[in-house]
């Protein structure tokens, strides 16, 4: 059973910048398509980013390109968010979800139901 524990999320000022962090245990990333969510107070979850089993392939919510990257440690068994240049729009709960793989898995599209493995999520708030 593959779990996952989510970090690094905190209150921050607007152009600042954050690092969130999901360890995975039970289970490998290498072989584990990877996705981050966020949910803002009083709107539905949406996906932000997500990274396939080689970590070459990524995909970023549109309102995130350029601003946002994902990346894992494999050693670590971890998945990373860099978040620059925060805004207000940014704030929220930060989920990690996974999807183990059976075989190579480029990045899954960020929805929901692609994903069976969730964290307990991270806060992000975004304010001066």
């Known amino acids: 059973q593959l779990r996952l524990v989510e970090s690094g999320g905190a209150l921050v000022q607007p152009g600042g910048s954050l690092r969130l962090s999901c360890v995975a245990s039970g289970g490998t990333i290498l072989t584990t398509a990877l996705g981050w969510f966020r949910q803002a107070p009083g709107k539905e979850r949406e996906g932000v980013s997500s990274?396939?089993?080689?970590?070459?392939?990524?995909n970023y919510a549109d309102s995130v390109k350029g601003r946002f990257t994902i990346s894992r440690d494999i050693a670590e068994n971890t998945v990373y968010l860099q978040m620059n240049d925060l805004n207000t729009e940014d704030s929220g709960v930060y989920y990690c979800?996974?999807?183990?793989?059976?075989?190579?898995?480029?990045?899954?599209?960020?929805?929901?139901?692609?994903?069976?493995?969730w964290g307990q999520g991270t806060r992000v708030t975004v304010s001066s």
């Open positions: 990274i396939g089993t080689s970590g070459g392939s990524t």
């Open positions: 979800a996974a999807e183990p793989a059976a075989g190579p898995q480029g990045a899954l599209p960020m929805e929901e139901i692609k994903y069976s493995y």
